[in-house]
């Protein structure tokens, strides 16, 4: 196979050959790093769920953090998420792990660095062995710390705090709980929704004689806005459904 030779071409010059993978769970992200011309393996948690790109590149950040503290001059990883190799390989890039593993290899003492793609689960020993301890690492790897990437922050994000119920932590009453998510959906008892259900003739407001929506009935129409300043809204909108 191609990639073998070029492998033994690169021990035959002094590399020693590292394999990486990450393995994304639900709860975690484990990253392992084996060192294949000396039979170690080395496993790492992050206690939250990244990207699989982040956490292809904290695998490969920290197989270059063991390669620089045992100082290993030459070194050759195989890693099969393409997609940080192309991160790596760019004069510039907006991800700061990318960035960060290419100012440490500058500003270290490796001579040649050589990283290797190889295509997933098609029976590459090396692979298959980084594949099976980033699957272990996601439950018992040792504990790294991480900041998010934009593109994680913003999935976290979404997955957390969108799915959230806004009213979550607050004391609001279930009734005015309820009115307010009508506000928001406009789904109230307003012409203009009662319309859209065929529950009234007109969408107009009676006094004013434009669209009597939500804006409309809480900031312009005389008749209601007076009402909303002295009284409590829940009860208005309670009066308003009689």
Known sequence: MILQEKVERLKNTGHTIWATDASVSSASTGCAVCNISYNQNFLFKIPSKMSSIMGELHAINKAIDIIIEVNINKATIIT???NAC????????QNY???NILRKVNNSTITQLTIIWTPSHIGIPANERADFFA????????????????????????????????YAGSNMPPGEIKLTNRLFTGHTYGKTYLFLINAETSNLCDT???PNTENHQL??????????ILRDAAQLYKEAKK
Do not use: E, M
């Open 208 to 210: 004013c004689n434009t």
């Open 135 to 166: 699957k272990h690492a996601a439950q018992v790897g040792s504990i790294i710390q991480s900041d998010l990437s934009v593109k994680d922050a913003h999935s976290q994000i979404y997955q957390h705090l969108w799915n959230r119920h806004w």
């Open 86 to 93: 192309l991160l790596l390989t760019r004069n510039t890039t």
């Open 97 to 99: 792990l990318a960035n």
């Open 219 to 228: 900031f312009v129409c005389p008749k209601l806005t007076v009402k909303w």
């Open 80 to 82: 099969d998420s393409k």
